[in-house]
């Protein structure tokens, strides 16, 4: 006999609008589940297809679903903004809470800015929080590291968590497309927003990891406290370079990791060797790898070991089926704990290392006008900062990649006059590296600020 659930829907943008289209067709009914959509909030709901059918389930006022008599699970997937949209949608969670509500969300940036609130809210109310579509799409990661993982000691979560940068990336590696172009059709394909900067910038994967975090190593991060760079710095030369001379690609990687008792956490664009299986992820496709021990250390092999978990990381099909998955959990699995307590699944590490403390090797291509002593200069500023020079990479380019270096950064020069090279440092910590490259911006013959990746290493 199939369990019946009604839903109340905060949000009918894409994510939402899938949700509804696949209860619609009847979706969780496959799995013994009916589920009927009881109310819909959103601010505009004219704009809804389905409003012209059935404006009675549609409202502007979110008390309408968060408190409806007849709603047994809130969906959220209202999407991120600014701090007084994440406060309202907080207030709104909470009530749905203290009414009696399950909640299901994909809203990564309302559980890193307010997740104590809401975590405390459920415990109060006996009522369930879950939120597997907040990290990776369609990948089913926070279900594993929570339940079927919770046996190990996390030693580091890292992987692909935004299919919109991959996908640029994948494009300026395999076609040779600038970032401009890549961009373009990554929106030209409903990929990335028309206002990408959450994704470029790193702040999607930022809001991500720190919720991975909080899951894997029991931290409680707030954005602005790890290490972020975005990727709209990389040039399609850069990927030359990695190729043919350091047989790799750039991967925009999120990492966290356990080491000597700190937390090192980062969302940055890395060099990543051709041979490591990340590097084949290619397109939207998501892809997060988990490190952990047996903690009674009785692995056959030592006791270290390695998962990974890939799959759909952009669109809204993607992320809805994750959202109903959570849902069907919630139904078909009425007996479990009714709260799931993020904070306390595994001791917190001590502290989190300093941006500046973090430590790597590099990759740091620079853009100079060409003219001699430079190279020897740069390594010298190097040197006086203890940072060992490992290689120097120069390649010979096209008319057509100098002339897209030109005119960059703080000077313009001729296409004939520009100097595109690599040079790649052994390990140092991030505050020399800033330090160095500081004094070497001031020069004259410096023609854009100097891109700087971190190698990876296992």
Same mark, same amino acid.
């Given at each position: ?168 990336? =994948?494009? #300026? +590696?395999?076609? !040779?497309?600038?970032? &401009?172009?890549?961009?373009? @059709?990554?929106? %030209? ?129 993607? =992320?809805? #089926? +994750?959202?109903? !998955?959570?849902?069907? &959990?919630?139904?078909?699995? @009425?007996?479990? %704990? ?121």
């Amino acid at each position: 006999m199939a369990s019946r659930v009604h839903l109340g829907i905060l949000g009918a943008g894409t994510v939402g609008g899938a949700v509804h289209d696949l209860i619609a067709t009847g979706h969780l009914a496959r799995f013994g589940v009916e589920a009927d959509v009881v109310k819909v909030f959103t601010r505009t709901p004219g704009d809804k297809a389905r409003y012209r059918v059935s404006p009675e389930l549609f409202t502007t006022e979110a008390a309408e679903v968060t408190g409806h008599p007849d709603v047994d699970i809130v969906v959220e997937v209202l999407g991120a903004g600014g701090p007084d949209d994440l406060l309202a949608q907080k207030e709104w969670v909470v009530d749905a809470l203290r009414n009696g509500k399950s909640v299901v969300t994909a809203n990564k940036a309302l559980l890193v800015a307010h997740g104590a609130e809401i975590w405390t809210a459920a415990r109060e109310c006996g009522r369930a929080v879950r939120f597997e579509a907040c990290v990776g799409g369609g990948i089913p990661i926070i279900g594993p590291l929570t339940q079927s993982l919770s046996a190990e000691r996390p030693t580091a979560v890292y992987g692909l968590v935004n299919g919109t940068c991959n996908y640029i990336l =994948t494009e #300026m +590696a395999q076609r !040779g497309r600038s970032y &401009e172009d890549a961009l373009a @059709s990554a929106q %030209a394909l409903g990929y990335a927003e028309a206002d990408p900067d959450a994704d470029v910038s790193g702040r999607d994967a930022e809001a991500k990891l720190l919720l991975l975090s909080s899951i894997t190593f029991g931290t409680r991060l707030k954005p602005g406290v790890i290490h972020r760079k975005g990727i709209e710095g990389i040039h399609a030369i850069d990927f030359l370079y990695a190729a043919r001379k350091g047989r790799s690609t750039i991967k925009s990687m999120a990492l966290a990791r356990s080491v000597d008792g700190a937390l090192e956490a980062m969302v940055t664009p890395m060099v990543v060797p051709e041979d490591h299986f990340i590097a084949r992820i290619d397109g939207v496709t998501n892809a997060m790898f988990f490190k952990g021990e047996v903690s009674d250390g009785g692995a056959p092999d030592g006791g270290d070991w390695d998962y990974v978990f890939a799959g759909p990381g952009a669109g809204g099909g993607a =992320t809805a #089926m +994750a959202v109903l !998955g959570d849902v069907h &959990e919630l139904v078909v699995r @009425s007996d479990d %704990a009714p709260f799931l307590p993020v904070e306390s699944i595994v001791p917190g590490v001590g502290s989190v290392r300093p941006e500046d403390d973090l430590r790597a090797s590099f990759y740091v291509r620079f853009v100079v006008r060409d003219q001699s002593g430079i190279v020897g200069e740069l390594c010298q500023i190097f040197g006086e900062k203890r940072i060992n020079v490992s290689e120097i990479w120069q390649l010979e380019h096209a008319g057509e990649e100098l002339e897209s270096l030109a005119g960059a950064g703080k000077g313009r020069a001729a296409s004939s006059e520009v100097l595109p090279f690599v040079i790649t440092l052994e390990e140092t910590s991030v505050g020399q590296l800033r330090q160095a490259l500081e004094r070497i911006a001031r020069k004259d013959y410096v023609l854009a600020e100097p891109l700087w990746l971190p190698i990876w290493r296992t």
